[in-house]
């Protein structure tokens, strides 16, 4: 195996270079769980903890090593190793965290394709296909959308699915697959490209795990049995990880209950570039697209020339993504407040021990 095959790029080879790093080996961040990591490199796998340097001079979360990361190591054990510095990244997929003021969770990182799989029988929800393209589209990653488990709905059905997303969503791939009967897993395995890397998007027992090991031809991740109940895989994959096929790189994801959008105005121009470009033509530059009269959106709606379904979620997210930010804000003046207040601390005790 050589680093292309684990999607290695030749900006990293001029950051080691610039900053002095060929002294290190490097490697690839395939799975992390808590403060270790495995990290894989053309010749080895190893069990790694970053150096404390590196873990405190880390202003938050996002600053650790996460999946996808490329990372600088030094082997001080057999198969274990210590990582001193994590490269720069190429692209990095988000959302916002669970619970958290204006905060964002890293999905994973140094991504190329992000492969949106949903179910077809009872996951299907195009309002949050656009979700997730909006969120690969923030990355600048480029988006395939996979609908799986088509064996169990009629053909007709699937049919007016796939025309339903070709009105509402413009050149994105679709593919149409079935784990159980193959039907479609050859082309999407023709889409694949060697050394570049795939992250697996999409809700709790959709197939994202038995997709990797459809393409995989064996085995690689545990897989649930279909829930007669709910008509769905059972949730398996607890942690992400990194997966090295022949043909590109995977990376399984926990199905995503919330998909939170951040202030990424980027992406939803991309994934909304109908309304935006409607927009150019209401009467009003501020224009809200909600009432006001002169209002180039509502009158496509009006006439049946945009979906009003889409138009909805496009209200709908602009109006989260305007909340984040306010939300990060304030976030951030509290951030400098707590700094200052520790400032304060530290020079009235200074003060007190000269006095």
């Not at 490697?27 to 270790?36: C, L, N, Q």
């Not at 109006?319 to 509290?334: L, M, Y």
Request: glycine share 6%.
């Amino acid at each position: 195996m050589t680093l292309e095959d684990l999607g290695y790029y030749k900006e990293l080879g001029e950051y080691r270079e610039e900053h002095n790093l060929n002294a290190f080996e490097i490697g690839r961040v395939i799975s992390e769980h808590k403060d270790r990591y495995i990290v894989k490199t053309n010749a080895n796998e190893f069990n790694a903890e970053l150096i404390g340097n590196l873990r405190f001079t880390a202003q938050n979360r996002n600053d650790l090593p996460a999946v996808g990361d490329w990372v600088s190591i030094s082997e001080y054990d057999e198969n274990k190793a210590l990582i001193h510095v994590v490269l720069p990244r190429k692209s990095v997929l988000e959302r916002k965290a669970v619970g958290k003021l204006g905060q964002t969770q890293i999905i994973a990182t140094n991504i190329d394709f992000g492969l949106i799989v949903q179910s077809v029988n009872r996951d299907y929800n195009i309002n949050r296909l656009e979700r997730y393209l909006t969120i690969c589209n923030a990355s600048k990653i480029k988006p395939i959308i996979v609908l799986s488990k088509i064996d169990l709905i009629e053909k007709q059905k699937l049919e007016e699915i796939l025309v339903k997303i070709k009105e509402r969503i413009k050149n994105v791939p679709v593919f149409a697959i079935s784990n159980q009967s193959q039907s479609g897993i050859e082309q999407l395995k023709s889409e694949l490209i060697k050394g570049r890397t795939y992250c697996l998007l999409g809700s709790s027992g959709v197939g994202k795990s038995t997709l990797i090991n459809t393409l995989a031809g064996t085995n690689l991740m545990e897989t649930g049995e279909i829930s007669l109940r709910i008509d769905r895989g059972k949730h398996i994959t607890s942690h992400r990880e990194l997966i090295v096929l022949e043909n590109g790189l995977l990376i399984d994801n926990p199905g995503m209950r919330e998909i939170g959008i951040t202030n990424i105005s980027d992406g939803v121009e991309m994934t909304f570039d109908r309304i935006l470009n409607l927009a150019q033509n209401c009467k009003f530059s501020d224009c809200t697209h909600k009432n006001e009269k002169g209002c180039a959106v509502l009158a496509a709606i009006e006439n049946e020339e945009l979906d009003s379904d889409s138009y909805t979620n496009f209200i709908k997210m602009e109006k989260e993504r305007i909340h984040f930010e306010s939300d990060a804000t304030e976030r951030k003046k509290k951030d400098k407040d707590f700094g200052k207040m520790i400032k304060n601390v530290q020079k009235q005790r200074r003060n007190n021990k000269i006095g």
